[in-house]
C-alpha cells in the first residue's frame, strides 16, 4: 500500500525510521553528455514506511524542516552515505563524488558541519568524494551563515555546490558573494522549454558561470533535446532522467562499475564561442540579466589604437557614478570619459593587461564628474575588468564598477593626519619611526638617523635596537613581545622605558596600522622624553 503519511503519523515515526534504515538514501548519477563518463552523484532521502510505503522528500522534508528534525535526517543519510562509500572502497569499486542535500535549516545549526566532519571521520571517507549542496535559498536570511556554513566546509575540504541555481532568489551576484566551487541549474526552474524565454535565461546563466570559471551541472534533464541543448551552450554534466532515476544501492553499484568515471572541469572557450552580439540586443534575456541581476557593469570595446568606447551600461552602473544620465546619453563615448591623463594611463594599462591575461584585473581611477544637481566633483572608482569577446584587432570588455570615493577619502585624510603628526614629532622632543609588520623593517625618523645614528631602514626589527643598547636588556623580552602582539592584531601599546645608552626614561607608545580586512599591516611607533614632560607641569 502507498499513502502519504500526514504531520503527526510521521513525526511519530520519525525515530524507528532513523533505527531502522526506513528513511535511507537513492544515487542519481552525473553524466558528462560528451563522453558518458560519470562525473559524481546525488544522495536523495527516501522515507518507506512498512506500513504506508513510499513517502517523496517534497512531502515529509518540510514537516521534518518544522520540527527541527531535519538535521537528525540529513547526518543519517550523510552516514549511510559514508558507510555505503566505505563499503565500496573495501571492494575495490572504483568511486564518484557524492553530494549531499544540506536543508538550510542545517546552516543554521553551528554544530552541524563538525557533526558531517566527525561521521566523514569515523568512516574514514576521502573528503575529496564529498560535495555538499546549498540551495540559493539558504542565503534568504542574509549572506553571513552561509558564507561562514561554506567557509567552513572549505576549511575541512568539502566541495560546495549551489542547488537549484535559478529558482529566483537568484542574483547572479550571488556568485560573487557566496565562493562555491560548483553550480547546479535545474531545468524545472526554465520550464524545460528551450529556444523560448527559458532557453536564454539558461545561455546567460551558463555564461556568467563560464566567466566565473566554476563547473556547472544540469539537473532535470529528461530528454536528449534539452541534453544537447545544454551541450551547445557548453554545460556538459547532465543529472536527470535521462541518464538515471535515483538508484538504490545495488543498482547504483552496476552502474559505477559499467562506466568510466572521469573528475568535474569547468566550462572554458568562452572567448570563442561567445555570441556577444545579444549583449545589446534590447530584447534579450541577457540584456535582461545584464540589467537586473547582476551589480554595476558597462561593456566596452577597446581597439589597440587606444580608443575605448561605451557600448552597454546598466542602471546601476549609472547610479554608481551618481551620473543623473541615461544609458543612450553616455553610449558611444570614451569609457576613460573625465579621467586625467594619469588616471587614462592606469586604466588602459589595466585594459591591456586584461587582454594579455585573459583573466580579471582591476585598477582604481580618480574622474571629474558632472550633475546638473549638483555641480563639479571628483570620484573613485574601482573597475574590475575582463575580455569577453576579441574580433580583428577589437576587443569586447566587461567592466564591473564599484564607487568607492568615500573609502579612499577617509584613507587620504588618514595619511595626511599621519603626516602631520610626522611633521610635529620632528619639532617636538619625539622619536617617531614605523614599523612594517609583514617585512619586520623599522623606518625611523629624521631624528632618530641624527640623535642615534640609525640607517634609514632596520631589518629584523627590534632585534638591531636591542643589540645596539637603545633598548636595555631586561627590557628586550617584553619590547619583542610587544612586536608580536602587533603582528597579533594588538590596537596600542605604551610603557615607560630606559632608553640609550644613558637609559633616559622614555614613553614609549606603539599605534596600529590595519588594513581593509583588518590585518595588521604597519606600527606607528613614539618615544617622549618624560623628564620633559614632568619639567612642563
Ligand atoms: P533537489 O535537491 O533539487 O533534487 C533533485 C530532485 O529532482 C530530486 O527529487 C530528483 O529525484 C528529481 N529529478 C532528478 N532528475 C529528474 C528529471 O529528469 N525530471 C524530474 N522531473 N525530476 C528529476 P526528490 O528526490 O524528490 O527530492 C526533492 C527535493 O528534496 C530535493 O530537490 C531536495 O531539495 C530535497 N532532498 C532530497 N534529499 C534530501 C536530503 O537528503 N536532505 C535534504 N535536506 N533535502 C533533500
Ligand atoms: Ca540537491
Ligand atoms: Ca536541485
Not at 116 to 139: G, H
Not at 165 to 181: A, E, H, P, R, T
Not at 205 to 220: D, H, N, S, T, Y
Request: charged fraction near 25%.
Amino acid at each position: 500500500m502507498q499513502k502519504r503519511m500526514n504531520d503527526s503519523e510521521l513525526l511519530d515515526a520519525f525515530e524507528g525510521a532513523l533505527r531502522t534504515d526506513a528513511l535511507f538514501p537513492l544515487y542519481q548519477p552525473q553524466i558528462n553528455h560528451n563522453t558518458k563518463h560519470m562525473v559524481g552523484a546525488e544522495v536523495l532521502m527516501r522515507w518507506k514506511d512498512p506500513e504506508f510505503g513510499m513517502q517523496y522528500p517534497s512531502d515529509f522534508i518540510p514537516v521534518l524542516e518544522k520540527n527541527d528534525l531535519i538535521f537528525r535526517a540529513d547526518l543519517h543519510i550523510f552516514e549511510l552515505g559514508c558507510r555505503f562509500l566505505k563499503k565500496c572502497s573495501e571492494q575495490d569499486i572504483h568511486l564518484v563524488p557524492l553530494s549531499f542535500n544540506m536543508s538550510r535549516y542545517d546552516i543554521y545549526n553551528h554544530t552541524y558541519v563538525d557533526a558531517l566532519e566527525a561521521i566523514r571521520k569515523k568512516y574514514d571517507v576521502p573528503v575529496k568524494l564529498l560535495r555538499i549542496e546549498l540551495t540559493e535559498s539558504s542565503a534568504i536570511g542574509g549572506l553571513a551563515l552561509v558564507t561562514a556554513a561554506i567557509e567552513k566546509l572549505h576549511s575541512y575540504g568539502y566541495i560546495v555546490e549551489m542547488d537549484d541555481f535559478g529558482s529566483g532568489y537568484s542574483s547572479l551576484n550571488i556568485l560573487k558573494d557566496l565562493n562555491v566551487d560548483v553550480i547546479k541549474l535545474d531545468m524545472k526552474f526554465f520550464d524545460g522549454t528551450i529556444g523560448g524565454r527559458g532557453g536564454i535565461i539558461i545561455g546567460a546563466v551558463v555564461q556568467m558561470a563560464r566567466w566565473l570559471e566554476i563547473p556547472l551541472i544540469a539537473e532535470g534533464v529528461e530528454n536528449m533535446e534539452q541534453a544537447d541543448y545544454m551541450k551547445s551552450i557548453g554545460c556538459y554534466y547532465i543529472q536527470g532522467y535521462l541518464y538515471s532515476k535515483p538508484l538504490p544501492e545495488e543498482t547504483f553499484i552496476d552502474m559505477l562499475q559499467r562506466t568510466s568515471h572521469e573528475p568535474l572541469k569547468p566550462a572554458m572557450n568562452l572567448i570563442s564561442t561567445m555570441d556577444a552580439g545579444k549583449f545589446w540586443n534590447p530584447q534579450s534575456m541577457e540584456t535582461l540579466i545584464f540589467n537586473n541581476f547582476v551589480g554595476a557593469a558597462a561593456i566596452f570595446t577597446y581597439e589597440e589604437n587606444g580608443s575605448a568606447v561605451l557600448l552597454r551600461v546598466n542602471e546601476k552602473y549609472l547610479r554608481e557614478l551618481g551620473m543623473n544620465l541615461s544609458e543612450k546619453e553616455i553610449v558611444g563615448h570614451d569609457v576613460m570619459a573625465g579621467q586625467d591623463e594619469h588616471n587614462k594611463k592606469i586604466y588602459t594599462d589595466t585594459i591591456r593587461r586584461a587582454i594579455a591575461s585573459r583573466d580579471e584585473e582591476t585598477c582604481e581611477t580618480w574622474r571629474a564628474i558632472h550633475s546638473d544637481c549638483c555641480g563639479d566633483d571628483e570620484i573613485c572608482l574601482r573597475t574590475d575588468m575582463r575580455v569577453i569577446g576579441v574580433a580583428g584587432n577589437q576587443y569586447l570588455l566587461y567592466a564591473m564598477v564599484q564607487n568607492i570615493t568615500a573609502e579612499k577619502r577617509n584613507f587620504m585624510v588618514l595619511e595626511q593626519s599621519e603626516r602631520r603628526f610626522r611633521f610635529a614629532s620632528e619639532q617636538a622632543n619625539v622619536y617617531a619611526w614605523e614599523y612594517i609588520v609583514a617585512t619586520r623593517q623599522m623606518r625611523p625618523c629624521f631624528r632618530c638617523m641624527r640623535d642615534l645614528g640609525l640607517p634609514a631602514v632596520l631589518e629584523n626589527y627590534p632585534e638591531p635596537a636591542i643589540a645596539m643598547g637603545i633598548f636595555p636588556p631586561d627590557y628586550a623580552d617584553m619590547y619583542r613581545d610587544w612586536h608580536r602582539q602587533i603582528a597579533q592584531g594588538v590596537k596600542s601599546l605604551e610603557a615607560i622605558m630606559p632608553l640609550t645608552v644613558g637609559r633616559i626614561p622614555f614613553h614609549v607608545r606603539y599605534t596600529t596600522e590595519f588594513s581593509e580586512s583588518g590585518k595588521p599591516v604597519k606600527a606607528y611607533g613614539s618615544a617622549t622624553l618624560v623628564i620633559e614632560e614632568s619639567q612642563k607641569t
